[in-house]
T-cell receptor, first 110, second 113 residues
Framework: GENVEQHPSTLSVQEGDSAVIKCTYS??????FPWYKQELGKGPQLIID?????GEKKDQRIAVTLNKTAKHFSLHITETQPEDSAVYFC?????????FGSGTKLNVKP | DAGITQSPRHKVTETGTPVTLRCHQT?????MYWYRQDPGHGLRLIHY???????DKGEVSDGYSVSRSKTEDFLLTLESATSSQTSVYFC????????????FGPGTRLLVL
């Protein structure tokens, strides 16, 4: 099956700085890559996604890039704010199943 | 928020007892999923359903069974709970299974003593 690896496991940045989280996947058949934000005690919430026919997608301060050849995709958060502090998960969608990375705990220091 | 509820939200049970968790949706989505979340493992798929009475296994299906008799309800049963099944369980829904957005429920925290 698919294997998704996510790095780093923790990330601490100063408010206003950028944060980058990287994921790799193993199965070239995976074609949809969502990113989720999870706050303490809550379920994951989709923040951005990208499909395999697109190389980059932006939504205000958040962007995702996809390199199909290298099988990796990244989440970029610019101008970080304290409310961005949470756990972020990447995922790969492969034949009706979703495979998740192990998560990155982002801490934005005021 | 997507109309997904999970019940119970918290449960403590003893080893060897059967446990059933319920996921209810009001979105009429075709696909429903059960995941478990453990530290260092992210979310792992247990089972999913692609329609009434249509289910398939995920990565970690041993010791779990599911049933879907109505579009809106997806039940997860731990046939004989073990301490290794202590976890947070999330239900998710999506309109389709391939390339469609998943929406997650609030989770059920299960402790098996």
């Amino acid at each position: 099956g698919e294997n998704v690896e996510q790095h780093p496991s923790t990330l601490s940045v100063q408010e206003g700085d950028s944060a980058v989280i990287k994921c790799t996947y193993s199965d070239s058949a995976s074609n949809y890559f969502p990113w989720y934000k999870q706050e303490l005690g809550k379920g994951p919430q989709l923040i951005i996604d990208i499909r395999s026919n697109v190389g980059e997608k932006k939504d205000q301060r958040i962007a995702v890039t996809l390199n199909k050849t290298a099988k990796h995709f990244s989440l970029h958060i610019t101008e970080t704010q304290p409310e961005d502090s949470a756990v972020y998960f990447c995922a790969a969608n492969n034949f009706n199943k979703f495979y998740f990375g192990s998560g990155t705990k982002l801490n934005v220091k005021p | 928020d997507a109309g997904i509820t999970q019940s119970p939200r918290h449960k403590v049970t003893e080893t060897g007892t059967p446990v059933t968790l319920r996921c209810h949706q009001t979105e009429n989505h075709r696909y429903m999923y059960w995941y478990r979340q453990d530290p260092g493992h992210g979310l792992r798929l247990i089972h999913y359903s692609y329609g009434v009475k249509d289910t398939d296994k995920g990565e970690v299906s041993d010791g779990y069974s599911v049933s879907r008799s109505k579009t809106e309800d997806f039940l997860l049963t731990l046939e004989s709970a073990t301490s290794s099944q202590t976890s947070v369980y999330f239900c998710a829904i999506s309109e389709g299974g391939n390339g469609e957005t998943q929406y997650f429920g609030p989770g059920t925290r299960l402790l098996v003593l």
